[in-house]
């Protein structure tokens, strides 16, 4: 563990059943710590292939869950989690059944996906009122699940990547984004 008191900030280091010697980034953890989450450039990548852009595989995602003795081994759940291109984690709801990610296709939109008893269905691109032909990377869910918070590039806002929001609508479809002004953007 690294503590840094004047910033009041600790890490703890996962242990080799987490980490290796590839990148990790984007962890998520559902609010009762049972579930993990996160991005890796591993070896095993889904399609096994490396990124041309920059020679490194692509990402997936992968997943743990905690036990009394610590975290599992983590593993890349595959299809329909992951596929031959970018998948990286980027919001869970606090009850860890919604999963939010990331895929690099038309400048990176975001899925949903949700868990299935023990199986997570296909991740579904969200709306027209998140993703557009402009780069989304970043998103979370309110606690009752209803307001999506997201970062994006598109025209119209006032810094280069703003934050919106979007609430769902009676029939659980994503409405109108909302830029959330200049104080945060």
Do not use: M
Not at 143 to 151: I, S
Request: charged residues 25%.
């Amino acid at each position: 563990e690294t503590c840094n008191i004047k910033q009041k900030r600790c890490t703890d280091n996962l242990g080799s059943n987490v980490n290796s010697i590839y990148p990790e980034y984007s962890p998520l953890i559902s609010a009762d710590e049972s579930v993990l989450f996160f991005t890796s450039r591993r070896d095993n990548t889904t399609g096994g292939k490396k990124d041309e852009q920059d020679l490194v595989f692509y990402e997936d995602i992968y997943n743990c869950e905690k036990t009394p003795t610590g975290w599992t081994t983590a593993k890349n759940p595959a299809s329909p989690l992951n596929s031959a291109q970018h998948d990286a984690t980027v919001g869970l709801s606090p009850d860890g059944q919604t999963l939010l990610t990331y895929k690099g296709s038309d400048g990176g939109d975001i899925f949903e996906c949700h868990l299935k008893g023990s199986a997570w269905s296909k991740p579904e691109k969200l709306g027209g009122n998140i993703n557009t032909k402009y780069h989304e990377s970043s998103a979370t869910i309110s606690f009752d699940g209803r307001t999506l918070y997201f970062v994006t590039d598109k025209p119209g806002g006032y810094g280069g990547r703003d934050i919106y929001l979007s609430r769902k609508d009676k029939k659980g479809n994503w409405g109108e984004a909302q830029n959330l002004g200049n104080t945060i953007n």
